[in-house]
C-alpha cells in the first residue's frame, strides 16, 4: 500500500477500535473517525488521529489528505424501533454513509476500500449451506432494515470499483472480544456477553435456542486478519467475502462453559420449539484469514471471565 494513512469509520465502536489499533500495532498511520470517542476508547487509541463529528461533514473538514485506504465499519445496527425511525430513515442513514465514504476514498484517491458487512444479510433458512454452514456461495433473504442495508451495501461497493479503486465487502459473523459496551446505534451485547452479565446479576444464564451453533470471532484475531487482508484487496478478486472459518460452538456448550466459571449460576433452557437459528459462517475463497489460529470459545471465556477466588 502508499505511504497515506488508513481512515477506519466508526473507530469508536467495538469492532472498529480493535482494527485501528492492530492497524496501529502493525505499524501503519491510521485515522479514526467516529460521532464521539469515550474515555477509554480514547486511551486505547492512542497514537491515532481521532476525528470525531459525523461522518460526512468530518471527512470535509478535517483535511484528513490522501488515504492509501478506507474501512468503512461505521453504521447503525440498533433496530428503527429502538431508535425511534422509520425502516426508510434507518436505511437511508447507513446507506447514505457509505455512499459519502465511498466517494470520498475514490476522490482522494484511496487504492482500497473495504465495507464491513455482516452475517446479518441472511434469514435462517436460505441457502445452500455447504457442510453446515453459510459461505459466500448462499444466497442472502433478510429483509430487516440494517440486513437490507447491509446487502445494498454490497452491491454499491461492488459497483463502486475501477480500475485504480479496488472494493470488497467482508461479512462479519458473531464476535466476541475485550471492550464490549453498549453505545446508541449499537445496543445489543454480543450472546457471550449477555450470558455473563446474567451469571453475574441473577445467577442464572437463560438459554433460549440450546442446540443452536454459532462461530464465535475472537475480536483481536478478527483485527489481526483484516490488517493481513486489506493489502490483497485486488481488482480482480472476490466482491464479498466471509471473515474465515472461526470455531463453533453450541449455545448450551456455551452457557455450561460459563457456568462453570462462575461459581453458583444455573441454566434455565427454554422449552421447544426453538427459534431457527441460521448456520454457522464460514468462507469459500483463500484469502488472508486462512492463516489464522482462531482462539477457541474455552480461551475465550478464560480470557473474559477473571478466576474466581476460592473462600
Known sequence: MSDGAILVTGAGGFVCSEIAVALRDAGHRVVALD?????????RLAGIRLVEGKLETSMADADLGAPSAVIHGAAITASPDRLGLTRAEHIRRNVEMLTATL????????????????????????APAPDGRFTEATIPSATCAYCVAKQVGETLTKAAAEPGF?????????????????R?????????????????????IHV?????????????????????????????????????????ISDLVLARAVAERIPGTTLRLSSPP???????????????????TWTQPSAILDALI???ATP
Open 184 to 204: 446508541e446505534t449499537r445496543q445489543v451485547l454480543c450472546l457471550i456477553s449477555r450470558m455473563m452479565a446474567e451469571a453475574r446479576s441473577g445467577g442464572v
Open 103 to 126: 466517494a470520498f476514498a475514490r476522490n482522494t484517491g484511496a487504492a482500497r476500500f473495504l465495507f464491513l458487512s455482516s452475517m446479518g444479510v441472511f434469514n435462517a433458512d436460505d
Open 166 to 182: 479496488a472494493t470488497l465487502s467482508l461479512r462479519l459473523g458473531n464476535i466476541v472480544g475485550p471492550h464490549e459496551a453498549v
Open 208 to 248: 433460549q435456542t440450546p442446540g443452536a451453533e454459532r462461530e464465535w470471532s475472537w475480536l483481536p484475531d478478527l483485527a489481526g486478519g483484516i490488517v493481513s487482508l486489506l493489502p490483497t484487496i485486488r481488482p480482480n478478486g472476490p466482491r464479498v467475502l466471509h471473515a474465515g472459518s472461526p470455531p463453533i
Open 35 to 43: 460521532q464521539q470517542f469515550d474515555g477509554p476508547t480514547r486511551a
Open 274 to 292: 426453538h427459534t431457527l437459528v441460521r448456520p454457522p459462517m464460514a468462507s469459500g475463497p483463500a484469502s488472508a484469514f486462512d492463516a489464522i
Open 306 to 308: 477473571p478466576v474466581e
